[in-house]
């Protein structure tokens, strides 16, 4: 395609023959692949392509769901903690396309496959069709990849520390994994199932397997007897396999609940959070709508 000003992209079905596309962006340039200047470069492949933006948003606390209101679209360009909160923001409003600029974007990944993001915002524009996003909900926190819950979240906590440059938070961090990892373990009851013990349980949403719909919600736990069960499972949460360890128990429902003895940490879609004791978890199918290639 020609690039220049007045080049118009073929925008696909989802825009009902505009040739001029109206968008909200949103960029988060501390994600992990973005860095500064992300902006820049998004605003000339959005000119390249014919579309323009309404409003640009950096700062995430100030998103707010009115900020779509003159939008025919909304471009996400950050990780996965970014995407999971514009999907969970403007779920019926004008589709997304959620463009990988973290680290893992498995949210991305699963819509648009491994491709850099401006190929995957050309496609999404040219070609890309609208889809309803299936998800999860935590005690009414909606995640769209996964909700990880258990003494072992707190990593991620110890893992955001180091990265500010907050050693003395890290190391409280750790110390508290490996003070909680097996004295506190929670209790996990998909519905329709038995409530069983476990050091942590992960609840999976279609994304995380690649799909952008699904049935149900896939529900793992992690019964290590040993810390170096602990181990080998992180080491293959990188490498993949993990959810084939020996120390995996997999099932599968719409909805349950996870029960601890006080606080029961969590990370939702990459970021950390605390619940109290009781936590109530369901599919949801009215997401937001999102553009996929495929």
Not at 95 to 118: D, K
Not at 265 to 278: N, R
Request: aromatic residues 6%.
């Amino acid at each position: 395609m020609v690039r220049g000003r007045h080049q118009r992209a073929r925008f696909g079905a989802w825009a009902e023959g505009r040739s001029d596309i109206k968008a909200l962006v949103i960029v988060n340039e501390a994600a992990g692949s973005v860095g500064p200047g992300g902006r820049e470069k998004l605003c000339v492949e959005l000119e390249t392509l014919g579309a323009r933006a309404t409003k640009w948003v950096a700062d995430l606390d100030q998103l707010r769901e009115g900020d779509a209101v003159e939008a025919d679209l909304i471009i996400v360009l950050g990780g996965d903690g970014t995407a999971s909160k514009a999907a969970s923001l403007f779920c019926g409003g004008p589709p997304l396309v959620l463009l990988p600029g973290g680290t893992r974007n498995l949210l991305s990944h699963a819509l648009y496959g491994l491709h850099p993001w401006p190929e995957v915002l050309r496609a999404a524009l040219e070609r890309g069709r609208a889809v309803r996003l299936t998800g999860g909900e935590a005690n009414g926190r909606k995640f769209f990849v996964a909700a990880m819950f258990g003494a072992p979240t707190l990593l991620a906590g110890a893992r955001e520390a180091a990265r500010s440059g907050q050693l003395d938070l890290m190391v409280w961090g750790l110390k508290q994994v490996l003070t909680r990892m097996f004295a506190r373990r929670i209790a996990v009851r998909p519905f329709g199932g038995v409530a069983t013990r476990a050091e942590a349980a992960g609840v999976l949403c279609p994304a995380y397997r690649g799909e952008v719909e699904g049935e149900s919600l896939e529900w793992v736990r992690l019964n290590a007897v040993h810390p170096l069960d602990l181990l080998r499972v992180g080491i293959r949460s990188v490498f993949g396999g993990w959810r084939d360890d020996a120390a995996i128990e997999r099932s599968w429902s719409r909805s349950g609940e996870i029960r601890a003895v006080g606080a029961v940490p969590a990370v939702l879609d990459g970021e950390p959070t605390t619940f109290k004791s009781h936590v109530r978890v369901r599919m949801v199918t009215d997401g937001p709508n999102v553009l996929v290639t495929v």
